[in-house]
């Protein structure tokens, strides 16, 4: 640079403000240059005065006003949240809501019942039970067979199973 450099881009190198080429363009004419080093420097003492006097005549934030800031911000915040939560209770809001909740708990308990399955009485299967004659032996000639397995080992039920046929076969083979 044979020019000098003006104070506007020896403040904003003083701050970093420049781009790193212009910036290495400024360091190096700042080397080269006592006038431009001497313009530096006044303006580096100039940046420094003014940051000192700021310091100096920083207020400090008075105590009561920023604990009663702080107070009511997290009023707000409780507030906030208690609010949210009152909302969800307005009747516009709530009424339909009960109504969705009652509703899936009576259909969610309901489906838990069976529904249209029929219901055996427990004399049924004690009634015909083999294992209650007298005999020790359930398949010997003398042992009680169930009405229900005689009516179908004799033709009369609806349909030959595989219990009446092995029936058959041990009635058969005594």
């Given at each position: 640079m044979s020019e000098h450099i003006d104070e506007l881009t020896l403040n904003d190198f003083l701050h970093r403000e420049l781009s790193p080429e212009r910036d290495?363009?400024?360091?190096?004419?700042l080397a080269a240059c006592p006038h431009c080093t001497r313009s530096y420097d006044?303006?580096?003492?100039l940046s420094e005065?003014?940051?000192e006097e700021a310091r100096a005549s920083e207020l400090e934030f008075p105590a009561g006003i920023a604990a009663r800031v702080r107070a009511a911000?997290?009023?707000?915040?409780?507030?906030?949240?208690?609010?949210?939560?009152?909302?969800?209770?307005?009747?516009a809001v709530g009424l339909p809501t009960a109504a969705v909740i009652v509703l899936a708990l009576v259909l969610g308990v309901s489906s838990l019942r069976?529904?249209?399955?029929?219901?055996?009485?427990?004399?049924?299967?004690?009634?015909?039970?083999?294992?209650?004659?007298?005999s020790s032996l359930p398949f010997s000639q003398t042992a009680a067979v169930p009405a229900t397995?005689?009516?179908n080992a004799n033709g009369q039920g609806l349909k030959e199973t595989a219990a009446t046929a092995i029936l058959k076969r041990v009635i058969a083979a005594e």
């Amino acid at each position: 640079m044979s020019e000098h450099i003006d104070e506007l881009t020896l403040n904003d190198f003083l701050h970093r403000e420049l781009s790193p080429e212009r910036d290495a363009s400024v360091h190096a004419h700042l080397a080269a240059c006592p006038h431009c080093t001497r313009s530096y420097d006044a303006e580096a003492r100039l940046s420094e005065r003014l940051r000192e006097e700021a310091r100096a005549s920083e207020l400090e934030f008075p105590a009561g006003i920023a604990a009663r800031v702080r107070a009511a911000a997290e009023r707000e915040t409780r507030s906030a949240w208690i609010d949210s939560i009152a909302r969800l209770f307005r009747p516009a809001v709530g009424l339909p809501t009960a109504a969705v909740i009652v509703l899936a708990l009576v259909l969610g308990v309901s489906s838990l019942r069976p529904h249209g399955a029929p219901t055996i009485a427990a004399s049924y299967y004690i009634d015909d039970h083999a294992a209650l004659s007298t005999s020790s032996l359930p398949f010997s000639q003398t042992a009680a067979v169930p009405a229900t397995l005689e009516a179908n080992a004799n033709g009369q039920g609806l349909k030959e199973t595989a219990a009446t046929a092995i029936l058959k076969r041990v009635i058969a083979a005594e």
